[in-house]
């Protein structure tokens, strides 16, 4: 199995900017994608951006309300790194880590974004 570690989470005010990642223990693989969704109370979980690593046709995907202002980067097959500018009220949500290989999924516990005056 594999088991996600998220950080940097918190209270930011509009704006500002935090900082997610997330690390992967287990059975890794060299090939996989890691990345994050969120879901804020009463909504569906949705994307925020999630990245592959180890394959030449992998790449990155943005879910449409945070183009332009998140960047997702890979450093290695264990790590995935969120930066998270221009935050606005909305992005308030919990934060889970997702990491997907070789037909399987596995999800963090969520970490808590707050952005608030």
């Known amino acids: 199995q594999v088991q996600l570690a998220e950080s940097g989470g918190g209270l930011v005010q509009p704006g500002g900017s935090l900082t997610l990642s997330c690390a992967a223990s287990?059975?890794?693989?060299?090939?996989?994608?890691m990345g994050w969704y969120r879901q804020a109370p009463g909504k569906e979980r949705e994307l925020v951006a999630t990245a592959t690593i180890g394959s030449t046709s992998g790449g990155t995907k943005y879910g449409d309300s945070v183009k332009g202002r998140f960047t997702i980067s890979r450093d290695n097959a264990n790590l995935v790194t969120l930066q998270m500018n221009s935050l606005k009220p909305e992005d308030t949500a919990v934060y889970y880590c997702?990491?997907?290989?070789?037909?399987?999924?596995?999800w963090g516990q969520g970490t808590q974004v707050i952005v608030s005056s």
């Open positions: 997702i990491y997907r290989a070789l037909g399987n999924e596995y």
């Open positions: 287990g059975s890794i693989v060299r090939v996989n994608g």
